[in-house]
């Protein structure tokens, strides 16, 4: 009989979330200064419109 509380919790859409605050965090810690727009942008991986 299978164990009903064995079960994998891994939800991949907040594992992406938590790197992505982390690389923020980690450059915010590393900025003498407010990160820029285009630096935030930059470390989630936006790419700018064009237009």
Same mark, same amino acid.
């Given at each position: 009989?299978?164990?009903?509380?064995?079960?994998?919790?891994?939800?991949? #859409?907040? &594992?992406?979330?938590? /790197?992505?605050?982390?690389? +923020?965090? *980690?450059?915010?810690? !590393?900025?003498? #200064?407010? &990160?820029?727009?285009? /630096?935030?942008?930059?470390? +989630?991986? *936006?790419?700018?419109? !064009?237009?």
């Amino acid at each position: 009989m299978a164990d009903q509380f064995d079960v994998t919790l891994e939800d991949s #859409d907040l &594992l992406v979330e938590v /790197e992505l605050t982390t690389n +923020l965090i *980690i450059a915010a810690s !590393a900025s003498d #200064d407010r &990160l820029s727009v285009e /630096e935030i942008d930059r470390i +989630l991986g *936006i790419v700018p419109h !064009a237009g």
